[in-house]
């Protein structure tokens, strides 16, 4: 049995088909992402939308005074980091493709866009993987903290494996066409039943499947 694609059945079967919010485009959808980092999805939007409501473009937040960036982004936390961070990022866009747009990543094979966008500061697997596959709908796993957890009690990667390599990990044992579902089931799994603070393994519909399941099952 192909336990991944078995994990990805039940969660279909358990939550059904998620869907993601609307896909933004891929240059909103990575300040969005370097603003998701370390905060919850609230402070994250209310970051985003602030951004976009003071400034009429991204060239605009690009060219704007560093403490004016900061103080509007507040909200997501870090300001101080990621406020510079995301002018840093406009600002080589710009400098390597003399415009502020990634739809050109729509036409590069994945590997490629993944590496061209891993070149930027605050960018990691993670975040290039919720644009490519969110945005332009290329085959990229993402992982969070959620789907990090989640992943290593059922046994779906070695136990000390680092969550940058459980990205290629992930995205070698589940099937391409279940990334998008899967990504989103296992967070929503995460966030409601196999938290950080404790798994509630008797609620789980994949409990029989679960290493982490079966051995409070023996100790209990």
Known sequence: MNQALEVHRRLL??????TWRNPLPPLDELISTILSQN???NNRDRAFFALKERFPSWEAVRDAPAEEVIATIRPAGLANQKGPRIQ??????????????LGFLQDWPTDQAMQWLLKFKGVGP??????????????????DTHIY??????????????AEK???????IFPP??????????IRLGREI?????????????????????????TS
Request: charged content about 20%.
């Open 177 to 186: 066409e279940t990334y998008y579902a899967a990504h989103l089931n296992l």
């Open 149 to 162: 957890r989640v992943s290593g009690r059922l046994g779906l990667r070695p136990p000390k494996m680092s």
């Open 39 to 41: 905060t919850n999805d």
């Open 194 to 218: 196999c938290t950080a603070r404790k798994a509630h393994c008797r609620r789980c519909p994949l409990n029989d499947l679960c290493e982490h399941a079966l051995q409070q099952d023996q």
């Open 88 to 101: 840093q990022v406009l600002r080589q866009i710009t400098a390597e493709r003399g415009e502020l747009d």
């Open 166 to 172: 459980a990205h290629q990990h992930l995205a070698a």
């Open 13 to 18: 079967a358990f939550y059904g088909s998620p």
């Open 126 to 143: 993670k975040t290039a993987a919720i644009v490519l596959l969110f945005s332009l709908g290329k085959p990229a796993f993402p992982v």
